[in-house]
């Protein structure tokens, strides 16, 4: 247990974040007086007011004893977000934190102070205020105290995508469309999908609603056009292909095709892949589809309950080939239970071979809701060092097969502080997944669980309104999902 006792502020969550960070898994008890705390870890963390101004600092103690020095930020001296005190104090106490934790840990943070989900939006914020290059970086690392490598590395990310995000164009928006069905679960999901096998009778009801849905979205959005489309899950490649079919012709049927710069199947799974589907979607001028691996060692391929071999990968891969997809992205995922240096090797060199234009390297998020939580003392999982060396082995793999990164994420349940990396060849980015991570384009969810989230420009922020994630009230309810987006759109 890690007490923390917070003094003359109330940042919370955002102490809470960051401690999590340095003490993964562990629970964390905020104290609402130092009376309560008797023995073990206790952070005091406090905004002072003195003569030279408002001023954060850090106290760590270990069993009632000081184990590191009084770290102290004056916050007039902290050079972002300069307009708001508030801003400027959440900072300065998060710097605070994360001085003393780093003095006192072992851990690595390399995102410093940041605990959020989109790092690449300071870059996008910063370039917005005509920042130089170096200046970013200097405020990445001096203020937000990255390493320089991931202050590097999303740098180099933001300058890429603002060539797809800007001028905008509130005309445009994008669609993603949820297939909430899979063959069977694997350990590490927490995904809202359902078996398909138990839910097949289900199928066509679902798609049914769903372009009901479409049918009164495209009434809503008049004359805006649509930029790009996803359908994910899930595995949509798992529903028969006639209902996906349906699907596709739809979006076709009710939204402008010319306009749509870029499609995108995640079809996911190589079980449920075949010459068929891939034909139909290919017929469909599909210009992107998934085929995820997450890893090439059999071994692991069972053990997280993928009911596919390395090879059928590499089957499935060269008939989506053949058949003429031109742009392939392949998911991976690093630290899945008993791999190492060597696995990760294993899967790259396989990955070597195929040269997809598009590779997703994800670090494994131990996630509520998936087995996996609850079972994770029967398994062996990769320390921080090995995992961080197992990601630098994805870098310079993707370096070499001229793969540069293009988007990339992170997530509170991460497994060493680290991220996920998007990574395509040159002109293949996938335009769908930098405008929904940088929130800079409305997009429309459509299904059971999708999140919509409408841009507002003038303001710069988006609303999201997530559709139910029961698959009974969603095909009760599609008529007060179409209305709840509506609302926000008016
Ligand atoms: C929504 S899933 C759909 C992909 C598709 N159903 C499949 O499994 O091939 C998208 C990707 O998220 C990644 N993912 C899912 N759960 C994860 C976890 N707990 N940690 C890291 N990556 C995860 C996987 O790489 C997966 O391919
Ligand atoms: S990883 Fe993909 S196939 Fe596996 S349960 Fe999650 S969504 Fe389904």
Redesign the pocket.
């Known amino acids: 247990m890690i007490y923390v006792r917070l003094i003359g502020h109330n940042f919370q969550y955002e102490v809470y974040e960051l401690i999590k960070v340095f003490y993964f898994g562990e629970e964390i008890f905020f104290l609402e007086d130092l009376n309560q705390y008797n023995e073990g870890l206790l952070i005091l963390s406090r905004l002072i007011e003195t003569n030279e101004g408002l001023k954060a600092s850090t106290e760590i103690y270990k069993d009632n004893s000081l184990v590191s020095k009084e770290f102290i930020i004056e916050i007039d001296r902290i050079d972002v977000d300069k307009s708001s005190t508030n801003k400027k104090i959440r900072i300065g106490i998060k710097q605070s934190i994360y001085d003393a934790l780093n003095n006192l840990s072992n851990i690595k943070a390399p995102w410093g102070i940041l605990t959020g989900v989109r790092p690449v939006k300071i870059v996008h914020n910063l370039l917005d205020e005509n920042k130089s290059q170096d200046e970013i970086i200097h405020t990445l690392t001096s203020e937000y105290r990255l390493d320089l490598d991931k202050a590097k590395l999303i740098m180099d990310i933001g300058k890429k995508q603002r060539e797809y995000l800007y001028p905008l164009d509130e005309d445009n928006f994008s669609i993603y469309i949820s297939i909430p069905f ?1 063959p069977t679960r ?1 350990l ?4 809202p ?1 359902l078996n398909i096998n138990s839910y097949i009778h289900w199928v066509e009801e679902y798609v049914d609603r769903l372009i009901y849905e479409m049918e009164r979205i495209k009434d809503l959005m008049g004359k805006r056009n649509v930029s790009t489309v996803y359908i ?5 490649s ?1 529903i028969p292909n006639k209902q996906l079919d349906r699907i596709i012709k739809a979006v076709y049927k009710n939204f402008d095709k010319e306009s749509i710069e870029e499609f995108t199947v ?4 190589p079980d449920t892949i075949d010459g068929e589907l891939l034909k139909m979607l290919n017929e469909n001028q599909i210009d992107r589809i ?3 691996p ?1 890893t090439m060692n059999d071994n692991t391929l069972k053990i997280i309950g ?1 009911k596919h071999s390395s090879k059928d990968i590499i089957n499935t891969y060269y008939q989506a080939r053949q058949i003429g997809f031109d742009v392939i992205n392949m ?3 690093v ?1 899945l239970p008993s791999e190492g240096i060597e696995e990760i090797k294993n899967t790259l060199d396989s990955i070597r071979e195929l040269k997809p234009e598009n590779l ?1 390297v ?6 509520r809701g ?1 087995k ?1 939580i609850n079972a994770m003392d029967k398994y062996k999982v990769a320390d921080q060092n090995t995992i961080e060396a197992m990601i630098e082995q994805t870098q310079i793999f993707a370096n070499e097969m001229e793969l540069f990164p293009y988007y990339l994420y992170r ?1 509170k ?2 497994m060493g502080n680290f991220e ?1 990396v998007g990574y395509a060849m040159e002109g293949k980015e996938c335009i769908y997944n930098i405008k929904m991570m940088e929130e800079k384009e409305t997009v429309i969810g459509l299904g059971m669980g999708a999140v919509s989230k409408i841009y507002f420009p003038k303001e710069d922020r988006i609303e999201r309104i997530p559709n139910v994630k029961s698959l009974e009230e969603y095909l009760k309810r599609v008529d007060e999902m179409v209305n709840r987006k509506a609302d926000a759109l008016s």
């Open positions: 899979c694997c590490y999901c927490s995904f999908s994910g899950g899930g595995t949509p798992a995640e079809a996911g799974r998934s085929i995820n997450q993928r998911d991976l995922i630290g997703t994800h670090t494994l998020a131990v996630k998936s996996f997530q349940q991460m996920n």
